[in-house]
Protein backbone atom coordinates (compact mmCIF):
# COMPACT_ATOMS: atom_id res chain seq x y z
CA UNK A 1 0.00 0.00 0.00
CA UNK A 2 2.78 1.96 0.53
CA UNK A 3 4.03 1.92 -2.90
CA UNK A 4 0.43 2.21 -4.29
CA UNK A 5 0.43 5.49 -2.43
CA UNK A 6 3.67 6.64 -3.58
CA UNK A 7 2.86 6.03 -6.83
CA UNK A 8 -0.39 8.58 -6.67
CA UNK A 9 1.26 11.02 -5.07
CA UNK A 10 3.74 11.22 -7.53
CA UNK A 11 1.93 11.22 -10.33
CA UNK A 12 0.03 14.04 -8.60
CA UNK A 13 3.33 16.34 -7.98
CA UNK A 14 4.77 15.00 -11.42
CA UNK A 15 7.59 13.28 -10.18
CA UNK A 16 9.58 10.51 -10.00
CA UNK A 17 8.50 8.24 -7.51
CA UNK A 18 12.36 8.13 -5.62
CA UNK A 19 11.90 11.95 -5.43
CA UNK A 20 8.76 10.95 -2.86
CA UNK A 21 10.32 8.76 -0.62
CA UNK A 22 12.96 6.04 -1.84
CA UNK A 23 12.58 2.40 -1.44
CA UNK A 24 14.45 2.03 1.06
CA UNK A 25 12.47 4.31 2.99
CA UNK A 26 9.36 3.18 2.20
CA UNK A 27 10.82 -0.37 3.69
CA UNK A 28 11.95 0.91 7.03
CA UNK A 29 8.56 2.72 7.27
CA UNK A 30 6.59 -0.99 6.51
CA UNK A 31 9.30 -2.76 9.02
CA UNK A 32 8.59 -0.09 11.67
CA UNK A 33 5.01 0.61 11.13
CA UNK A 34 4.78 4.29 13.01
CA UNK A 35 2.12 5.21 14.79
CA UNK A 36 3.37 8.97 15.90
CA UNK A 37 4.83 11.93 13.72
CA UNK A 38 7.80 10.99 16.47
CA UNK A 39 8.26 7.47 15.24
CA UNK A 40 8.19 8.34 11.39
CA UNK A 41 10.46 11.25 11.86
CA UNK A 42 12.89 8.29 13.35
CA UNK A 43 12.77 6.81 10.13
CA UNK A 44 16.29 7.16 7.60
CA UNK A 45 15.07 9.48 4.70
CA UNK A 46 12.17 10.74 6.88
CA UNK A 47 12.94 14.91 7.05
CA UNK A 48 11.53 17.94 8.30
CA UNK A 49 10.13 18.69 5.00
CA UNK A 50 9.09 14.96 4.46
CA UNK A 51 7.60 14.77 7.43
CA UNK A 52 5.46 18.09 6.98
CA UNK A 53 4.78 17.33 3.57
CA UNK A 54 3.59 13.56 3.99
CA UNK A 55 3.52 12.89 7.24
CA UNK A 56 -0.07 12.79 7.78
CA UNK A 57 -1.08 10.46 5.03
CA UNK A 58 1.99 7.87 5.57
CA UNK A 59 0.86 7.88 8.65
CA UNK A 60 -2.74 6.95 7.58
CA UNK A 61 -1.82 4.40 5.43
CA UNK A 62 0.31 3.14 7.91
CA UNK A 63 -2.85 2.84 10.23
CA UNK A 64 -4.97 1.51 7.88
CA UNK A 65 -2.39 -1.58 7.13
CA UNK A 66 -2.28 -2.37 10.79
CA UNK A 67 -5.82 -2.48 11.01
CA UNK A 68 -6.52 -4.67 7.98
CA UNK A 69 -3.60 -7.44 9.05
CA UNK A 70 -5.29 -7.35 12.75
CA UNK A 71 -8.92 -7.68 10.85
CA UNK A 72 -10.08 -4.95 12.64
CA UNK A 73 -13.18 -2.70 11.92
CA UNK A 74 -11.89 0.94 10.90
CA UNK A 75 -11.75 3.04 14.07
CA UNK A 76 -14.60 5.17 13.47
CA UNK A 77 -17.19 2.15 13.47
CA UNK A 78 -19.34 2.07 16.57
CA UNK A 79 -18.59 -1.52 18.42
CA UNK A 80 -22.15 -2.42 17.83
CA UNK A 81 -22.97 -0.72 14.62
CA UNK A 82 -22.90 -2.42 11.10
CA UNK A 83 -19.59 -2.52 9.82
CA UNK A 84 -19.13 -0.08 6.26
CA UNK A 85 -18.19 -1.40 3.05
CA UNK A 86 -16.13 0.30 0.44
CA UNK A 87 -17.07 0.29 -2.97
Do not use: H, M, N
Given at each position: RL???RLAISRD???PAYVVFSDATLQAIADT???SREQLASVPGVGAVKLDRYGAAVLEVCAEDVQAAKGSAPA????DG???TRP
Amino acid sequence: RLRDWRLAISRDQSVPAYVVFSDATLQAIADTRPVSREQLASVPGVGAVKLDRYGAAVLEVCAEDVQAAKGSAPASRPADGPARTRP
